[in-house]
């Protein structure tokens, strides 16, 4: 992070750590002074990232972090491959065609699963579609929550 920041030609004196920063932006100005001084809260802040996932709890108003966890091995990217994997298979079945192999094919359908993950956070179903994925076969599924 400092060295992105050096590189854009910007002094960067201090960084906060990314859970605290969520903490930041969800202690939301305006509560009431007296309510937030009695009640001791717990802030859970969940982070998936494309190649990791982690877990934070944050406790009371400085945000001291209670525990957190990473998994180094579970992200947005493994979602992604299991839409792949879900649609390559509905391939075999429909099309009767084995598109593993066929690098082109898969890069398409990837960037396709990717950009239709990302429609799901708006959107309760998404049509995912690719002209001459299969030749001369047009590909048209949906994908839902």
Do not use: W
């Amino acid at each position: 992070t400092e060295n992105a920041g050096a590189l854009a030609g910007l002094n960067v004196f201090d960084t906060i750590r990314e859970p605290f920063s969520a903490h930041l932006v969800y202690d939301l100005p305006g509560e009431d002074v007296k309510k937030k001084k009695k009640k001791k809260k717990n802030i859970l802040v969940f982070h998936l990232g494309g190649g990791t996932c982690s877990v934070c709890i944050l406790q009371g108003d400085d945000g001291d972090v209670f525990s957190k966890i990473r998994d180094m091995q579970l992200g947005g990217n493994d979602f992604d491959q299991r839409i792949v994997e879900h649609f390559v298979n509905i391939i075999k079945k429909k099309y009767k065609k084995d598109i593993t192999n066929d690098r082109r094919a898969i890069s398409k359908l990837r960037l396709k699963c990717e950009r239709a993950k990302r429609s799901l956070s708006q959107q309760v179903e998404v049509r995912i579609k690719s002209l001459s994925l299969l030749g001369d076969v047009d590909f048209s599924e949906t994908l839902t929550r």
